[in-house]
């Protein structure tokens, strides 16, 4: 069918064991390692950490020591999933669960507030009214874009929003514009 044209990294293993004393960090420990290998010491290996010492480290001790793997020359430094691991990403998505249903809310009272003032504006018509209302619609829309914009990392759930909210702009029109006609 075809061919993989990357090499995939042959790895270092780490073997932690031990806890820091107090005031030492995950970088401290990069830092000793790299002096140990060198900065071309892990050239195009993926750094490998375990051993008891992991459970030791926080998730901003493994993110920083992950992310300075690179300066021995590494492709990547990887950790073994564990609890810490689990209920650190299980806060992430709560947090990120909040936050689409906080984005989600004011979207509807976006349109929500688009709607009565356009009813608002329905009884007396005029131009001034209606620049008003179109100055509203396109306000709701460049929000309702920047709400897509950044669900742009789940293909799927963009998808549906972007639907839904085109669905929705394409309601404020076509109620403006009948409203227009009347």
């Excluded at 920083?64 to 609890?83: L, Q, R, S, W």
């Excluded at 209606?130 to 829309?141: A, G």
């Amino acid at each position: 069918i075809g061919k993989a044209w990357f090499k995939v990294p042959s790895s270092i293993k780490f073997v932690l064991k031990g806890k820091f004393n107090r005031y030492v960090t995950g970088k401290d420990l990069i830092l000793h390692i790299i002096g140990q290998i060198g900065v071309d010491g892990a050239l195009y290996k993926s750094m490998e950490f375990t051993g008891e010492g992991v459970a030791s480290l926080s998730m901003d001790d493994r993110f920083t020591i992950c992310n300075m793997a690179i300066e021995a020359g590494a492709k990547n430094g990887i950790f073994p999933v564990d609890e810490l691991t689990l209920e650190y990403m299980k806060e992430e998505l709560k947090q990120l669960d909040k936050e689409r249903e906080r984005k989600h809310l004011e979207f509807e009272k976006l349109i929500d507030s688009t709607r009565q003032r356009q009813k608002e504006l329905q009884a007396s018509f005029d131009e001034t009214g209606k620049i008003e209302l179109i100055e509203q619609i396109s306000e709701c829309e460049t929000t309702l874009k920047q709400y897509i914009s950044q669900d742009k990392r789940d293909e799927k759930q963009y998808n549906s929003n972007k639907l839904l909210i085109n669905e929705r702009i394409d309601q404020l029109f076509i109620t403006s514009d009948s409203g227009a006609n009347e």
